[in-house]
Each structure stands twice: as structure tokens, then as C-alpha cells.
């Protein structure tokens, strides 16, 4: 059973229009480092990163108004590392209706954490067909990472400690300190 | 060799006295407050001392199938359940349809020498159905009960003719009431549970249509008949009727049929397997007012040992059976309150009129009577232990079951077979 | 949920949350390579009694689509049984690592009797007359999609057959009435259980009473061995009283759903051929059984809701 630990000390990393500001760098950076976005697909990762795949397909399209860029969503819980340590509860199903083979497929997610959910959703996508190449969207990376995984576009870096929470909106991020006890 | 009972109460003809009890050369010598002193001391105290226990209704399964018990095991079986004679059922192998096999079982018996092994003899030769077996021949052999057991006889005709054939011998005809063409792969009785589970069941006509039938053959032919292990309300109403006429008609119940339901099934563990199947509750609160108001006479365990392995099997293939000899006081306490007296009644006294051996055992303890006596604590709470059962087999249903009623001493033929629960040979 | 042997040992939380399941699963068998990590490293044991090369597949195929390891033994000739006890069997099996056995046998009871002998999870694939939980979910998932409702409240369900024999028609009874139907059955008297006065179901007699007002159809397969037992005069007499013939098949609804586990039996319970038959769902069933049969195992061998909390604490 999850304890439930007194939390204090909350604070707005990021505010809701910075949050939106970043987004649309983001895609700005997408369309830039792609020459272009004729190839590229957009796949938001359950659950954080679905609305945020949302925006940047709003905005990418904004930018580049004679295309349409596909956009789906991935849950990667039966992918998981952790297979056999932890139990599994499917989250949100799938939806990629789409032909990923030999398109650039750019993942979104709210938060770059340790990297495992990411190595999961590389792992998934193999399911899909074989892209031409994996590029990594995220509005905050947090540090800590467990493989050798780095993002190519990202929101901001904020450090944090491991036992922080780290909730991405669009009303802004908001960590929180968990309170030693 | 002489044995003493102290500080119990004994359960005579003019009730229950406290008594010490002084038994010497296979009799008893001497009932009183103060019987001097002697080779072997039983206690007796918080006990009863009454006549041992005949169960009219035990399968020893020797000859042929001495992996799920023998007739010594049995015998030490039945001992430790405070019986002093127990009827050995036929369906051996080779069957009890012959004399050598008769002696063969009588003289294991003896050799056990815990109790005395009273062999049954077939109806039909091999029970196959369809030929009487030498029943002269065998009651001269001392034979008394003839029985099909294990399967009724179904041939109306076949039946008839045994019960004037044995109407002249005096003995006993015993029936296994079933149809069987109404009971072809029936796992449990035919009942709402038996839907549940899409398994076949074992209706209740199977039975009364039987036990109508032989009491309408008894009327005719004023044999001398026995109802083996009664379980429904409609054979207990047929047998009442029948008694009500004053035919020869007895009849017997199972400690199980007492006490346990059809919907110990559903849990599929095929030690609730039995034949005549668990029933209602409806149907036990029958058998215990036919028992209560004598149209049942006795209680008899129909112990039937099998080894694990067969019990192991789909429940559709388990063969049907359950131990009785060592548990049969402790269940009957534990579901209906009796007086000492009823259950001298019901286990000891007419069981062993039926039997034939009523000179010997079921006696009220009196001067002079035979030494064939169990000593019990009609009250003591009890646990089935797997492991400590005298019996060879474990295919009882009431491990981990409180259990009301333990025999703690027997005494066979004046000599004590079964000292504080513990069997002396 | 340690073992799926009974539409009444799931309960309807169980049923839904199979149901929830068996969505997630029919995703993944759309994507181009079927397959997930979720079981890596679980062993499947099939042990089939009885012989069923379809459902033994479903069952084989749904593992290995989860990434587990299969073992298949199948009894019907004399492999395993000569001689050795399903005791035996069971805990050899257990202990060269099993985790989870899909049974199938022709004695009711068996996947409660073998649970005493090994720790591992327990998938009834039948038993008996008794139960076919999984099939009871396939037909409950079909229903589902059919009518675009979660529950089946105020939807008519009619079961057709011999309902006496049949593990399917007992496992769908239980699980239709779960999910809120009004069941009915139909067969002549000799095929229906003796106590059916005791089920939540409707008995009738005859298929023209309720072909036009059923939404959902089910039709059992009746086997030649009844008329043998006398059950039945004989299986044409059978057909034309309880088959669903071309002139019942023009009377039902149109958005009624016609179903059958599987297989048939032409010219005896089915006299159109369910190609021609626009409120088929037969197809539908089939393609269900193995998403059904993924998310059993997943759910009996991957998920535990008592630690649904930790699902939280998963790093991202």
C-alpha cells in the first residue's frame, strides 16, 4: 500500500504560458531539425504526453499549413522492464492507425525521467514497423537518468531529487519536495 | 486374565448405575461398588460402560484388495471404534458366494482376534445378478445375512425367489437398494446441485422404488428383509408403513447420511463420493426421526476404505466410499443428542439381533453376560487426525471436523483390545 | 484472481475486468506484429483431455502473443495418462515450472481437484458438462460489440439446445445474467438439467415462440450421441423442431446476433449456412477468442488489482 506522506513544499517550476511558449519552440525545433515535417509522425506517450502530442500537431501545423501530421498515442505499460517485479495495469489504449515504417517518428512525453518508460516505447514501436529515425520531445527533463537515453527537444531542465513529484499541465509544472520523515 | 472397569457408569436394564466392572474368563464376574482388585485396570471415568458395538454393514476388502485395508486392520479399525462384531460385507474377490471363502474371512478374523468378523454371503453368485448363490449350503456354513451389496438385485423375479428360498433357512436377506438403470454415471444425488454442476445424478426413486418393491415381495412371500444404508425421507416413509404392518422388514442409516449434505459436492473433492449418495437436509431430518422413532433400527458406518490414489481420479471415476468404524460414535454425538441407553440401542442391541449373534454381543452389561463391551465418554470433543487412524486407508470426510462421543477402552471376548484409544494388538 | 474456472468464481467484477482487458488485447493483435513483453519468462502448460485442436491454439497463440513460454500436452492418445494419475502429472509438471495450466477434460470438477496438487494458476478450458468460463467471455465480448451496450440490461438472449450436456450453455447462462440479460432457453424436456426450475432463466419449448422478439440467438451444437441415448427421436426430428432453419432465420430481428461456439453441425441445429446470415457474429466470435484468451492469462498472470496502487508509482 502506497503510504500516504505528508507533502509540503510545492513550487511553479514553469508557468502555464511558458509552458505554451516551450511548446511552441518545440515545434518550431521539429519542423526545423526535420528540414520540414513531410515525414514526420507524432506519437504521445500515456498518459502525460498524449495532450502535449495534441499541441505540437496544432502548432506544427500552424507552421506548415499544407500538411497534416499524423498523431497517436502509446501506452507502453506492457513493455515494461519491470515485467515480473511489479504487476501490470494497462492504461489507455493504444491508437496508431498510421504507417510508421520509414517515417521520423517523434515521441512526446510530459517528463524525461529515468528514460525506462522511453526505452519501452522504442521497444513498442517495433510492433508498429521500423522507422526511419526516433527523435525524443519533452517539456521538462528532470535528471536521473538510468540508461543512455537523451531527449532532443525538451521544454526545460530542471534538477530535482528522486523523490520529487513532477506534474506538467498546461497551467505550468509544479514540483514537489517529499517531506523526509 | 482379569480385567477391571472403574468409575463409570453402566448402562443396564434398570438404567444407569455406577458400577465398577470385574470381567474374568470372557465373562462378566462381578458389577458392584467395590469389585477387589485385578490383572488389567480400565478407567472409566466421565464414562459409560456399554455393550461393544456390531456394525452391521463393513467392507474389509480382503480378499482383494489389501492395499485399502485388511481384515485385521479393519478389525483394529472397528475396535478402536468400540465395536465388538462387525458384519464383513461379500463384495471381495473372489466374493463371498462360496464356503472356503466364508472360513478364509472368518479365520482371519480370529486370527486378529479384536473383534469378532461375522461374513456375509452373497445373494446372487459373484453379485452378478442373475443366479442365486448356494445360500443353504452357505447358512450352514453360519452364515446369517446374504447380501448383493455394493449393487441391489435388480431382477424382480430373482428376488423373489431368494427371499421364499431364504424364508426357509431363516436368514437374513439384506438389500442394497438402488435401480440401476436410474443411476447410470451418477456422481452425487440428482438434485439442484447436480444441475449446477452438469454432472449425473442419483435420484431419490432410485432408491424408494427398491424398497417398495421388496416390501411388497416381503408381504408376499414373508421373508425376513434388511434395508442397507437407508438415505431418503420417501424410504423412510415406505419402511414406517411397512412396519406399521408388522412385516419383518429393518432397517439401518450411515453415521454420513446423518450428518453431511449434497452440497459438500460442489467442492467436487470426491471424498463426499458415497453410494446411496449425501442428500438433503430435508432427507437427514427424516433418517434422524426414522431413527429416533425406531423405524430405522440401527446405525451402521458402511466403512469402505479406499487408497488415496483411487480417490485421486476425476470425481467421476473415484469409486464411491467413505471410512466409518473409527468415527461412527463421534459424528452420530456430534448431529443428535442420545442417551446412552438409545445408543446401546441403535449400535449395540438390535444391530446384533439382526446380525444373528445376539447371544454374544449386544447385551446390557450384566452378571454372567459375555465380556463384549466398549467403554465411551459420551461427551468428549475430538479432532479426526489422518495419521492416527488404526484404519489402512484416510478417506474420511471429517478430518479437522469436532467430533462429540470417543470410545476410549474395548473389551473383546474378556480381553481388552483397545486401552485409552490406543489398540493393544 | 488466481484461477478462471467458473463464470461464478469470477463474479461480474472479474467478468468487466476481463472485458476491459480483452479491449487492450484486441489492439495489440491489430498492430503489425502481435506481440508484447507482458508474460516474458511465465510458462503456459496446456493439458487437453479431451481433444481440441481450436481452442487449444486460441490458448497457445494468446501466449505466445504475451511473450510467455508454452508447453502442450495433449491426452487424447495415451501420452501422459498410461498408467500416470493427473496428481502425478500435475506436479511433475508444477515442478518443471509451470505457472500456469489451460485444462480441458471430460470429468466436471478436475481444474478445482488438480488446484490441491500445484501453485500454479488454473485456466478451465472444460470440464465436464460443468463450465467453459473462457468461451462464456468470447460470447459475452461478442454481444458487447454487437449492440454497442457495456450491459445487457432488457436485451433477450436465447440459448438453443441440449442445454443438460453442455458446459457452454452453463458457463453463458451465468455470465448473460451477470451482465443484466432476461435468458431464455429452449430444448426439448430430456435435454434440459433435471432442477433448471432453479436457474434465472426462462424454459420453453418450442423456437418459433421466441425467434422474432431474441436479440441475441445462441446455438448450441447437438452431438449424435444423444439420439443414441434416447435422448432425442432422432436428430432430424430434432432440426426441424430446434434447428434454425431458413424460414426462423428470415423471422428474427434484424439487428438480432446469431451465434454458435462452434463447431456445427449442418443440417442439425444449423440448416443456413451463417455466411448468408447478415446478423452472423460466428466470425466475430472466433476472432475474439484469442484477444479473450490474452487477457486471461494477462490478467491471471501479469496483474494483481491488490497492488493497482503501485501502477502509480511506475517511473516514468
Redesign the interface.
Known sequence: ??QEQPRSSSRTALSGPDVQRAISRIAHEIVERNHGAQNVVLIGLQR?GTWIADALAERICAIEPELTIPNGSL?V????D???I?????GA????SFDINGAIVVLV??????G??VRAAL??L????RPQAVQLAVIVDRGHRELPIRPDFVGKNLPTQIGDEVVVSDSGVVITAEVSP | MSVAIRNALVVTKRGEERLDVKIAQGVIAEMGTSVGPADSELDGTNCHVLPGFVDLHAHLREPGKEDSETIETGSRAGARGGYTALVAMPNTNPAQDSVPVIEFVRMQGERAGLLEVVPSGCITVGRAGTALSPMAELARAGVQIFTDDGSGVQDPALMRRAMEYSRELGITLAQHCEVSSLTVGAVMNECSCSSDLGVPGWPALAEELMVHRDIELAKLTGARVHFLHLSTAGSVHLVRQAKALGLPITAEVTPHHLSLTEELLRSFDSVYKVNPPLRSVADIEALKAGLLDGTIDAIATDHAPHVRRDKELPLDQAPPGMLGLETALGVVLSVLDLTPLQVAEMMSVRPAKIAGIAERHGMLPEVGGPANLCVVDMHQEWTVEPRSLASKSTNTPYVGRVLRGKVRHTVFNGHVVVSDGKAMR | MKHLRSIRELGRDGLEQLLE?A??MA??NR????????????TVVSLFYEDSTRTRLSFETAAKRLSAETMSFSVSTSSVSKGESLRDTIETISHMGAHCFVVRHKSSGVPWQIAQWTNASIINAGDGAHQHPSQAIVDCLTVRQAIDQPFFDGVNVTIVGDIKHSRVARSNIEAFTMLGARVTVVAPPTLLPSHIGHWPVTVVHSLDDVIASTDVLYMLRLQSERMDQGLIPSLSEYGSQFGLTMERAQRLQSSAVVMHPGPMNRGVEMHVDPSDLSQSRIHQQVENGISVRMAVL?DLL???GE??????????
Open positions: 500500500m502506497k502525460g501506452d505499460s506492457m513493455h515494461r519491470d515485467i515480473g511489479r504487476p501490470i495495469v494497462p489504449i493504444s491508437d496508431i512525453d510530459d517528463v524525461l525521467y529515468t525506462r518508460t521497444e513498442a517495433n510492433n508498429f514497423g | 482487458s479491449t487492450h489492439e495489440i498492430r503489425p506484429i502481435p506481440k508484447v513483453p507482458a508474460l516474458r519468462g511465465k494477462f501479469a496483474r494483481d497492488l493497482q496502487q503501485l501502477h502509480e508509482e511506475v517511473s516514468a
